[in-house]
């Protein structure tokens, strides 16, 4: 018996013994030979960088290729610490024009490049013509490449359309050196019948910028390049950052470089340095063919479902460099939209247009909410969010053929795929995969422009929404307590309020709070009337008083040029300083902001002072507001260094994440559009701002940018769970009673402030009365990670099983795999290769060690 | 049959005597090499042995490397068994170059003084790095006797730890380990001179420093920086006075960045680097080199050294895994934000090999101006210098590229490599476990790193060009001519100290 399990044993058909790698950070597929099987079959070659060597992965069964011995993985020895990988397809033909089935073109290259010490950067060429799998040749690229370069990123393509005639077989690899270098090594097939590769002579196109990442458009006819640095010069605009697209139509040496803005223009000096255009990229991606989009219609209680709209021409993906993106910067960080046809213009650069947009179209049901407080479309699709930053992005598209290709969708021809989030199964047409510093790997629904959530966004007890609410204290003898108001526009379903009413309690403040999904993010925020502004608490300043009797503070430390530290950029309009904002010197006394100086040119000041991130200057001891007297504020002499708190002058709005978020104005009558306040994204984010006041606006705009596109129906929805649902409009629940579709644009918060009782005013609460409350997004980003470990995530690859041989027919090596779903392979640094389907559940992520 | 027992019994007492005698005494410390060395520190000096801001290989430089040796196996007496070696690099590296047997070349060891045992970083104390300061000092911490070493270096490179040059630290913190020196106003008062010195266990994994008024007869002051993990290491931002504190591990799921000013008073503020790296330890910081003090701008990025353990073990364990499953260089925004605190974003991160451990600036200077090299306009940013200890390797990140230049890893890479020994193909170029690390800017735009192999107890020595750091190794002055100089090994790159035996 035992030497029957034995026997069996010894005949299985590949004993596992584990993969053995060691710190891959890189990972291709290919098609070629190896030991495994006498015939041509696809692989993932895998840089197995501690190692100094690489692995072919299996993607039919996930199990190495072997070596002779049988007893350890197949080692490719390589130069030390391969960190890249490229691979393409030749695209052989016979004499008649048909194709062939051939082994493809793979390179690897090591840190920096160089394969030897001071040889300077080459390629490896790998041997996937035979089962020898070793490193055949060296592609020197030292003399091609300017000395000390280093190569940066690669990729592989095709030399030519998949529609040009073919003439000989050729494939490309793609060399990004610094230095702004592209180098191009054209590989042909040796005429010698071996089916061996060939390279030839390298050449290189001279870039002004140093590339990062490397994509290459599905005809060949172009090539996405990310880059930190800027790519060109609009003569009106400025410089143009973003996605460099080279023509690769014909002689790429020669191909003209267009910049693609990665955003919109900056439009003043809140981001230092010469008039600018875009945010510089790090990653780039190319999906093979146009994405289908959803429809944005509210009347259809299907249409985020309905995928009926091609992009004109594929998008290219790009995630955006850390850098240049924030929400004190031009645009939002994540992984932006930009369509290649477009033309530059100052609002957008080159992104996609926003398609959730009321007034470009009106099927899409906007915001009910009072007409000033509600916010406008972006001129630009926005960026998609990924945690952390995005290092690497792959896109993966509908199988070949097989079960899981989907071709039922209203738009015929379109094929779709299933991806699935805990929340439920959606079809889609492309998948973007983002691996992130984290750790995980988040998707990216490009149908829907927006990352899948684990949780809906606008439903249930997870949805976007306020979740605890700490209420003001209550008011003492003679004073009012601070409240908001419930307008009987938005209040909680099943409730009759004829009219409205101060709410002051825990539940009845959360309910007359509007959030918006998409726009409100998880944080904690205050309400506070004269309440210390975000940051300018108790901060060491420095007050002193020219000689012609002004008086100034600055949050610093030291008062002469070379010893100021410290300082806190008081006219930074992000911290929302004001004129008539109280200075408050903790114990002593009080005075009020003249002006809010970015610059101090005064004259009268004792020389050698230097106020190097500005200063306030206050209003003199008589004026309004002004407490302190002559004696504590004009005190002549050396300057003083009290402890400073910058209060604001009435009702002021922060949360953590944001901090200052505007001054709402307490609302005294029940007309739900008397003192509505919201934070609301408008156009004065794009536009050049001179004054305080204005500058300050624009900050708040930013603040208020679209985080997210939410995929949730519009109002009656079509399958409610409760009654609740099933009403419209706003069918959606308390805080969202405003909301028809979760797709329109709306204020990332919205309320009225109102003070029990409704004393007329000039009533007012007291000083540092304030409400709290906790809100949640909604929003549980998809991602996958191994089930162990997964540290240092690289670059994922897409791999279909489904798909058909260069020939055209069904690959031997998938038998049994013909309605497999798409793959994606991410090479982690702890030694193992993660795989999985989107259209599988987390429960089913493999990891290859 | 009494006489042979009385025999036998008298043979026992004295054996059993001698068995219980406390007289025997460890040998001690090797005073002509380094034995596990830890903390590197370089200095320059003129000709009268005065310390001196300037360029290795400018006239009258002279460079001095300290090295801290641990006497990590406890060979020697654990409370003497430490050392700390004044070297002249220059007698090291000029011609004729010594033979391997031994590598400290008559005239090339200054000075050596005995400390305790498992010492930890060193901090070198003298007017360029703290100015005011008159005379010089290298600070180095000892675990095995919990005190501050304050020795005395004097313009020969003697050194000297006399009275009250062992200064006690807190008894209830154990394992001082890193040292930083802090030098100027502070709240309000000018002219200060301080030391911080971490521990590795503290109560409940708490964060907690040691300030030592260098100038107020070593009086300490405990700082608190909260309790999620032990403080591993500072660095001082003299432009923004704030000190940053990297970390062990203390709590899963966290692993916080912690800094605070010293111009006024401040509480300890703090990032979650694991929020960003899952399973990210900070062990080193270094910051950029671009803070310019005329104008109050702080560094505008610091870059981390990472080990990245597996997460699920320590969160199904409650301990962190001995092992790391990687390593990670992370690159940080430091710009000020409108609070007026380091912005704290994560820019990048490059994977790196695992044990990162020190990590150091390189500078990238012309030659012409002694300035950080502009090319097209734009000042390049940092070449960052990490050491990774458990895969034997030293990694080059070049930040203005945003990848890894260079791995320092095997011997067999140089062409006609023959020397020093032993270099074997396939053995680690730098020494077993390369740990501690130091950089010394030349006069010819090229840099030197000495790295300290812990297990083989030598200093590796490489000059590079840091304006082309893929290349290598590369010849400096005194390797370009080897029949001149009399070195016959590869082109920058030779090595200080025999191996441990």
Redesign the interface.
């Known amino acids: 018996m035992a030497l029957a399990v034995l026997g069996l044993a010894a005949c299985s058909a590949q004993p596992s013994v584990g993969s053995r790698l060691n ?1 891959p ?1 890189a990972a291709v597929a290919f098609r070629g030979f190896s030991r495994k099987g006498a015939l041509i079959q696809d692989y993932v070659a895998v840089a197995s ?2 190692g ?1 060597e690489l692995r072919f992965l299996d993607p039919a069964d996930l199990q190495p290729v072997l070596s002779p011995g049988a007893v350890f993985p197949l080692s490719i020895p390589t130069a ?2 391969p ?1 890249l990988l490229a691979s393409a397809a030749l695209r052989d033909v016979d004499a008649a024009d048909n194709r062939l089935d051939l082994a493809d073109v793979l390179v690897a290259a090591s ?4 394969g ?3 040889s300077g ?1 080459s390629l490896q060429l790998i041997e996937t013509w035979d089962a020898t799998s070793r490193v055949a040749q060296d592609v020197p690229l030292a003399g091609v490449l300017a ?4 190569i ?1 990123c690669l990729a592989g393509m095709p030399a030519r359309g998949l529609t040009s005639p073919f003439g000989s077989a050729n494939a490309r690899i793609l060399v990004g050196a ?1 230095g702004g270098q592209l180098a191009v090594v054209e590989f042909t097939r040796a005429t010698d019948g071996s089916g061996a590769v060939v390279p030839g002579t390298p050449v290189v196109k001279s870039l002004v910028f ?1 590339p ?1 990442d490397i994509a290459a458009s599905p005809d060949g006819a172009a090539i996405y390049i990310a880059t ?1 640095d800027p790519i060109a010069t609009d003569a009106t605009l400025g410089a143009v950052f973003g996605v460099a697209k080279v023509d690769a139509s014909g002689d790429i040496v020669a191909g003209a470089v267009t910049a693609l803005a990665a955003g919109p223009q900056d439009p003043d000096s809140i981001t230092p340095g010469p008039p600018r255009i875009g945010a510089g990229t ?1 990653a780039v991606a190319v999906p093979p063919a146009a994405v289908p989009e959803r429809s944005v219609d509210s009347s259809v209680g299907t249409s985020v479902d309905q995928l009926v709209t091609v992009t004109p021409t594929p998008f290219v993906y790009a995630g955006l ?3 240049s993106c ?1 929400n ?1 910067k031009p645009i939002n960080c994540g992984v932006v939209t930009i369509d290649p046809n477009s033309t530059l213009n100052p609002g957008a650069g080159n992104l996609a247009t926003d398609r959730a947009d009321p007034l470009a179209n009106t099927a899409l049901f906007p915001d009910l909410g009072p007409p000033a407080t509600v916010a406008v479309a972006q001129p630009y699709r926005a960026p998609m969010p990924v945690p ?2 995005p ?1 690497h992005i792959a896109i993966g598209v509908p199988p070949a053929s097989g079960s899981q290709r989907l071709a039922n969708d209203p738009l015929p021809g379109t094929a779709l795929f299933a991806l699935a989030p805990v929340a439920g199964t959606r079809n889609t047409g492309a998948v973007a995969m983002i691996s992130s ?4 790997v988040y998707w990216l629904d490009l149908s829907r422009f927006s990352p899948p959530s684990d949780l809906s966004v606008a439903r249930g007890s997870t949805r976007v929404s306020v979740t605890t609410v700490t209420p003001a204290a209550a008011a003492a003898a003679g004073e009012n307590q601070l409240g908001l108001w419930q307008d009987t526009d938005n209040q909680p379903f099943g409730s009759t309020l004829a009219v409205a009413q101060v709410n002051v309690d825990a539940a009845g403040l959360a309910s007359a709070i509007d959030v918006w999904p998409g726009f409100t993010d998880a944080d904690t925020w205050t309400l506070a009337y004269q309440g210390a502004l ?2 300018l608490s108790s ?2 300043g420095l007050l002193i008083t020219s000689t012609a009797g002004t008086p100034y503070v600055a ?4 008062t002469s ?9 008081i006219a ?1 309009p ?2 929302g300083v004001l004129p008539g904002d109280i200075v408050e010197l903790p114990g002593v006394c009080e005075a009020s902001v003249a002006a809010v100086l970015a610059v101090v040119s005064d004259p009268n000041l004792s020389a050698g002072v230097s106020f ?2 500005g200063a306030l200057q206050l209003n003199v001891p008589g004026s309004p507001g002004v407490t302190c007297t002559a004696d504590q504020l004009l005190a002549a002499g050396p300057p003083s ?1 009290p402890t400073i708190t910058v209060r604001a002058s009435g009702m002021v709005l922060s949360n953590t994440k944001l ?1 200052h978020l505007g001054r709402p104005a307490i609302a005294r009558t029940t007309d739900s559009t008397e003192n509505a306040f919201s934070v609301a994204w408008n156009a004065g984010d794009l536009g050049a701002a001179s004054t305080t006041d204005a500058l300050v606006a624009r900050s708040l705009a930013r603040k208020a940018r679209r985080l997210f596109y939410p995929s949730d129906a519009p109002c009656p929805i079509a399958s409610p769970a409760n009654a609740e649902e099933a009403s419209s409009p706003g069918c959606y629940s308390t805080g969202l009673r405003r909301l028809r579709d979760p797709l329109a644009p709306g204020p990332i918060i919205r309320f009225r402030v109102g003070l029990g009782g409704n004393p007329p005013a000039p009533a007012v609460p007291p000083r540092d009365a304030s409400i709290v409350f906790v809100t949640q997004a909604g929003l549980s980003q998809t991602f996958r990670k191994p ?6 995530a ?1 670059a994922a690859i897409f791999f279909d099983r489904t798909a058909l041989d260069p020939t055209g027919k069904t690959k031997l090596q998938f038998a049994g795999h013909e309605n497999d779903p798409i793959f994606f392979f991410v090479p982690y ?3 193992q290769v993660m795989a999985f389907s989107p259209t599988q559940s987390s429960a089913q992520v493999s990891s290859i060690r | 049959m009494g006489t042979r027992s009385a025999r036998l019994l008298a043979s026992s007492a004295l054996l059993l005597a001698l068995a219980c005698s406390d007289t025997t005494r460890s040998p001690p410390p090797f005073t002509d090499r380094f034995y596990y060395p830890t903390g590197l520190a370089v200095r320059h000096v003129d000709d009268a042995g005065a310390a001196l801001d300037c360029r290795g290989g400018d006239p009258g430089c002279h460079t001095r490397l300290l090295v801290a040796s641990s006497n990590f196996d406890l060979r020697f007496d654990s409370a003497t068994g430490g050392t700390v070696m004044d070297v002249n690099v220059d007698a090291v590296l000029q011609p004729p170059q010594q033979s391997l047997q031994p590598l400290l070349p008559g005239g090339a060891q200054l000075g050596l003084a005995r400390i305790g045992s498992f010492a930890g970083e060193l901090a070198v104390l003298d007017k360029t790095t703290c100015p005011g300061f008159e005379g010089a000092q290298v600070l180095v911490a000892s675990r095995s006797q919990n005190a501050l070493y304050r020795v005395t270096i004097d313009p020969t490179g003697q050194l000297t730890c006399g009275a009250g040059c062992a200064v006690p630290l807190e008894s209830t913190f154990g394992d001082p380990y890193g040292v930083t020196v802090a030098c100027g106003t502070f709240d309000g008062i000018p002219q200060q001179q301080r030391a911080f010195v971490t521990y590795l266990r503290t109560p409940n994994s708490e964060g907690q420093l040691s300030q030592i008024d260098l100038t107020n007869n070593n009086a300490r002051t405990q700082k608190d920086l909260g309790s999620i993990a032990p403080a591993h290491g500072t660095v001082y931002d003299p432009v923004s006075t704030r000190l940053f504190a990297t970390e062990r591990f203390g709590e899963v799921g966290k692993s916080p960045l912690r800094w605070f000013s010293l111009a006024a008073p401040e509480t300890p503020s703090s990032a979650d680097i694991y929020s960003l790296i899952r399973g990210a330890e900070v062990r080193g910081m270094a910051l950029s080199t671009d803070a310019d003090a005329t104008t109050s701008t702080p560094p505008s990025r610091g870059y981390l050294a990472l080990r990245i353990y597996d997460a699920d073990v320590a969160t199904s364990t409650g301990v962190r895994p001995s092992a790391d499953v990687g390593g990670a260089l992370a690159v940080m925004d430091l710009t000020q934000g409108p609070s007026g605190q380091p912005a704290m974003h994560l820019l990048n991160v490059v994977p790196i090999d695992r044990g990162a451990s020190e990590i150091r600036i390189v500078p990238r200077l012309d030659p012409t101006t002694g300035l950080q090299k502009v090319v097209a306009g734009n000042r390049l940013r940092d070449l960052v210098a990490v050491t990774c200890t458990d895969d034997n390797t030293v990694a080059l990140y070049d930040d203005d590229t945003g990848a890894v230049s260079k791995v320092f890893d095997i011997c067999g890479g140089i062409p006609g490599e023959t020397e020093p020994l032993p270099c074997a193909l396939g053995d680690p170029l730098m020494g077993k476990q390369p740990f501690g690390l130091a950089v010394e800017k030349l006069a010819n735009g090229h840099a030197r790193l000495y790295v300290g192999s812990f297990d083989r107890s030598w200093v590796n020595v490489i000059e590079i060009d840091p304006l082309n750091p893929a290349a290598g190794p590369v010849a400096g002055p005194t390797t370009a001519n080897p029949a001149a100089t009399g070195i016959t090994g590869p082109a920058g790159w030779v090595r200080i100290g025999p191996e441990r035996q």
């Open positions: 710190g950070t960088s501690r100094d030390p610490r960190l840190a920096g490049g160089a030897t010490e001071g950067p000395a000390g370069s280093e940066l610094s140093d990062i930190r790090i460099d850390p850098d924030g004190t952390g930053v290092l510093s984290i750790g995980n975000p940051f901060r060491p949050l610093q430390t030291g040029a070379g010893a100021v530290v410290l300082t806190t950029p930074d992000s911290l190097p991130r260094v901090g089930v162990t470990g997964g540290a240092g690289g640094l702890d030694d």
